[in-house]
Structures are given as C-alpha cells and as structure tokens.
C-alpha cells in the first residue's frame, strides 16, 4: 500500500450542539443535561439569521487592540492572527481577511502577542495590579490560566457584559453552560478559534486491521448506542497480536489499544462520571465518593491495565499515536488534534482509519461524553475600564461572527476532500465528538490536585490502583472541599 502523507484535519464548521448543560438541576445525577428543541449551535430560527453585516460598526480611531496568545501549546492550532495572504493557503488567508475586515468596520488595529504559557498569569496579574493592562482579549488555558485569575478578579464575567450576547449563533451554548460557575461565565467558547475544539479526547481506529480480523461496523456501534468499554475490549482481544520475538511485550508488538496517562483519564470521563457536578444554582460539589463514580473507576481501572492495552508513553518507551501510524494498534486514545500535531502521526499514516467517541461505560448510559481536560485553551475577556470593555466586547463579536461566515466554511471545504477524513461517517462521529465535550469544574480549577497539578485519581487510575481510592478520597478530599469553599467565597463576591 502506498503510504499516504497525513495533513492536518480541519474541524467541521456546523458543529451539533445537542447538550446544553454540566449542570444536574432538574436533570438528575447525570452530567450533562438533555438538549432542548433549538437548532444546531442552540439558536432559533431568527438568532440563526444574525450575521457580521448586521452588528452595529463602530469607529475606535485607531485604537491598538491586543490579543495575548498562548506560545508553546505544541498540540494544537492557536492560530489568531496571519502576517499576509498566500494564495493556496485558504485557511491562513481566512483568518487573515477576517481581521482585515473587522479593522476597517471598527476603526481598529489588532495585535497579536504570543507569551510564554508559564508567563501568562504573572504578565497579567501584575499589569492589572499596576492599572496598566497592555491586554483587551486572551487566548489562555482554563485551569492554568484562566481559572486562578478569575478568582482573583481579573477576568470579567461573559454574563455581565452587555455589549457581549452569548446567544448569537457562533457562541456554543454547551460549552458555556458546563464551564460557568456561580452564574459566571469567565471561559469563553465560539468560532473565533479553533484550539477549544482540538483538544477533545477521542478514539481512532485502525480500518485495515478491523477489515483483517473481521471485526463489526464501529459506527454502527455508535449508531445504536451500543458502543461500550465491554464491545470495545472484544475488539481488542483479537487485534492484540504479538509480533516481537522478544518474549517481553514491546512498542514492536501490535495491541489493541495503544494511550497514555492523559488518554486513560479521557476515556474514564467517557464512562459518564465526573470529579464534581453543579446544582440547580450553578454550584459545584464533589461526586467522587458517590457509589456510581467509585463502580466506574474500578471497572476503568480493570479496563485499562488489560494485557491488550500498550501504555506506550509510559512502558514502551514511544508516541502512541506514532505506534498508531505504524500499524501497531487497533484503537488510539488520544486528543483530536493529535493527527496534525508534530508528536502525533503527521510523520505519515500508512493505513485508513477513522474516528469514534469514547465507549460509554455500558449500554445503560444515556450518551456519550467527551473529555475536555485542564490545558483546553478558551478566550477570555480582560477586566479593563467599561470603555475597554465594551470596545473588547464589540470587536469579540464581530471576529466571532466574521469566523462563522469566512474562516470556518473554509475548515469544511478543505476539510472534506481531505484524505485523512475518508468518509463521511468520520464527520458525522466528530460531530457526536464535539456535541459531547465534557467539562469539570474539579478540573478546571484544579480543587486539592485531586485531578489538577497533581493528578491524583489520574495516577491512581494510570498504575490501576482501585484499591487505594478510598484512602486518597480520605486524606485529600476535606482539602479539596475547603480549596473549592475558598475559590467560592472569593468568585461569590466579585463586583
């Protein structure tokens, strides 16, 4: 077979928002709640008609607008801002005509500064102590980020703003939903960038190998619910093979699902649990001592250290999504945007594959989920003057709204002849991929390292330690609850 060079995978541009909330409210002990009968993205009939030309222009006279951008987040694209077109690169010439024109309808000129991850909180944090922030906008990490600094002040709440509506069609309800605390809303989701979106955790599958073994329809798994960690792990039974003469397991041996320590905590959250839930009135709790999250881990656990799983990252001593590329592996946990990243497989892809969602836990879950973990970056709006902020709320809206209609049907154009994507099942999996993107309020803020800094459920789920949970609950869960009542108090007084 030819070998066929992967090229990067452009997301889809109409994503299916089917799932509104994180919150439990009226819905139950479950994470997420039911979608309503909005269209896709949640607006109605008329919002769906909103487009650039109709928001009101402005005239800033010129007013330097400053965009501080994550550097050094290696996996996936943060691309906001292109120096010059370059006939033949429709995606970058995109981007660099949607903030052309923004500029000439509001009078403004954007400014993109890249910043060191590590740096981004000390840089803000002291200007805004010192009243003098060079920043309108941030394109940050949410739990490294944006979490620390919204407790702190510095981050405005989306809510509050009433230049700013969440309603318009290229904001993503459901992102916003599972992400607010208190009835804040701090992390920021839309068409404006693509990097949220990359970040979702997801299972690539070998279709050489399916076809060789004769293994069922996976989509059709999908289709009918029925894809669960028990179907999966039939499937890897009989693709796990050993190849290496060597009698110890190696990265030259074939199995049936190759990850790493993050993938195995994406696939956990695929099973339907979370560290915390919220309530009706937007308040975070701890559900990690509850028997349904205690059942998932076991079975996760057990799942995971099976003899047909190759932890390659952390025992074979390689990229499992460069094992992947080479044929040594049925399924691959790994982040959607590892097919394009340069750690993934962009080296070259030998076989056909596509793409699925994380197994349910079993056939009694409801849906499917989509971890979204602590290093998803999100947009973010700095808490300057209400000059500032209304002008930063304007102009948000319009790269938004301009990202809709002139970057993000170039993703799809390019998209679908793509060889990487070689059918259409692929998209419509990732469009259940991204209608299910789960996020965690014990991640995003990172509450007693139970799976922040520390990833301590992560480790104990990684070296398949089941039986230490309730101890680790014991000694670190009273601190978790009184770094969560802190954060409260602080985020329950802000102006």
């Known amino acids: 077979m030819d070998t066929k060079k992967a090229i990067a995978v452009i ?37 769906a008609k909103m487009g650039f030309d109709l928001l009101p222009a402005e005239d800033y006279g010129g007013a330097e607008f400053v965009i501080g951008n994550i550097e050094g987040w290696a996996w996936v694209d943060l691309t906001l801002e292109v120096e010059a077109e370059d006939a033949g690169e429709m995606i970058s010439d995109a981007i660099y005509r949607r903030n052309r024109i923004v500029e000439d309808k509001y009078n403004v000129s954007l400014k993109v500064i890249e910043i060191p991850y590590d740096q981004m909180v000390g840089k ?3 200007q805004m102590m010192a009243g003098d922030c060079e920043y309108d906008l941030m394109q940050m990490a949410m739990q490294y980020t944006v979490a ?27 992102a916003h939903a599972c992400s607010s605390i208190l009835g804040k809303q701090f992390f920021l989701f839309g068409d404006f960038t ?12 070998n279709k050489e190998l399916q076809q060789r073994y004769g293994l069922p329809d996976f989509y ?71 028997e349904s999250f205690i059942n998932a ?8 250290s099976s003899e047909h799983v190759g932890d390659a990252m952390g025992k074979l001593g390689s990229h499992q999504d460069e094992m992947f590329a080479d044929g040594k592996g049925l399924f691959d946990a790994t982040l959607l945007a590892a097919i394009r990243a340069p750690q993934g497989a962009q080296k070259g892809m030998e076989y056909d594959f596509g793409i699925l969602p994380s197994p349910k836990l079993n056939d009694a879950q409801e849906r499917y989920y989509t971890f979204m973990d602590a290093s998803t970056p999100c947009i973010s709006i700095l808490n300057n003057d209400q000059g500032r902020l209304d002008r930063a709320c304007t102009v948000l809206e319009a790269l938004n709204a301009k990202s809709s209609e002139e970057v993000q049907p170039k993703y799809k154009e390019y998209a679908l002849p793509n060889k990487y994507f070689r059918d259409e099942q692929s998209f419509e999996m990732l469009d259940i991929v991204l209608a299910s993107r789960l ?15 520390g990833g301590l459920l992560r480790n104990l789920l990684y070296n398949n330690q089941a039986a230490k949970l309730a101890s680790t609950l014991e000694s670190n869960l009273p601190k978790a609850v009184a770094a969560m009542e802190k954060d409260l108090a602080l985020l329950s007084n802000l102006p």
């Open 220 to 290: 059709q798994f999908v289709y009918d619910g029925s894809w669960t960690i028990d179907k999966m792990n039939e499937m890897m039974k009989v693709a796990t093979v050993k190849l290496d003469a060597s009698e110890k397991w190696t990265k030259n041996d074939q199995y049936g699902l190759v990850l790493n320590i993050h993938s195995k905590m994406g696939l956990f959250y695929g099973a339907g649990e979370n560290l915390m839930k919220k309530d009706a009135n937007d308040v975070p709790y701890w559900v990690v001592d509850s």
């Open 11 to 47: 997301l889809a541009a109409l994503l299916f928002f089917l799932f509104l909330s994180c919150a439990d409210g009226a819905k139950g002990d479950k994470p997420g709640g039911e979608a309503d009968d909005k269209s896709p993205g949640g607006e109605t009939g008329e919002e």
């Open 124 to 126: 803000v944090r002291n």
């Open 297 to 304: 881990f076991n079975k996760m656990c057990e799942f995971l």
């Open 439 to 453: 996020f965690d309020m014990g991640v995003i803020y990172g509450w007693g390292n139970l799976d922040g800094n």
């Open 148 to 174: 620390p600094l919204s407790v702190e002040g510095y981050i405005a709440d989306a809510n509050k703003l009433e230049k700013l509506d969440l309603t318009h069609p290229w904001w993503d309800d459901f």
């Open 194 to 205: 693509i990097a949220d979106k990359e970040y979702a955790n997801v299972v690539f599958f």
